[in-house]
């Protein structure tokens, strides 16, 4: 299971789309439960947010589109460890092991944000952050396609902490 989401997170970051500024924190949205898809945790997610989810056995997944360049994805899945360190270990190892992997630029117990160099002229941005609840483990990181800004990852990564 962990080989098949660390796939899932690397799919991801080879995904792009376009560009828009956000702002730098996910305060002032409103509160988004998501237990009515499968994932008793609470987000801040901007108003009118699209939402769906896919439920594949051993893994859930659930995206939120909205506004500003706002595009989250959450997986979850059984936890293998009550480590959180060493889930968002493996999360980093990962992520620097993936081709356009360029930076760590914040890091904190629960997750990174970092950058990705896709070439001379054009980066992007991307985060993961690691929650345990119970049996079940969460990560969090900015949607399968789109290209971030630092403003638009940091507004995402607040809005999950």
């Keep these: 299971m962990k080989k098949y989401i660390l796939s899932f ?3 991801s970051a080879l995904c792009l789309f376009s560009c828009k500024s956000g702002e730098s924190s996910g305060s002032g949205l409103p509160e988004l439960d998501l237990m009515q ?3 008793p ?3 801040k997610a901007p108003a009118e947010a699209a939402v769906s989810a896919n439920d594949f056995g051993i893994m859930k997944d659930v995206t939120i589109k909205g506004d500003d360049n706002y595009y989250l994805q959450v ?4 936890a293998m460890t ?3 360190s060493a889930i968002k270990s493996d999360q980093l ?3 620097k092991s993936a081709q356009f992997f360029d930076s760590v ?4 117990e629960q997750g990174f944000i970092y950058k990705k160099k896709i070439s001379e002229d054009r980066e992007n941005h991307d985060f993961r952050l690691v929650k345990l609840q119970g049996d079940q483990e969460y990560i969090f990181q900015t949607g399968l396609s789109g290209q971030y800004s630092l403003e638009d990852v940091k507004r995402m990564y607040n809005s999950v902490k």
């Design 37 to 39: 898809y499968g994932m």
């Design 105 to 108: 630029i914040e890091e904190d």
């Design 75 to 78: 997986t979850s899945g059984i």
């Design 82 to 84: 009550t480590d959180v």
């Design 93 to 95: 190892a990962n992520v």
């Design 9 to 11: 997170c690397v799919l």
């Design 41 to 43: 945790i609470k987000i």
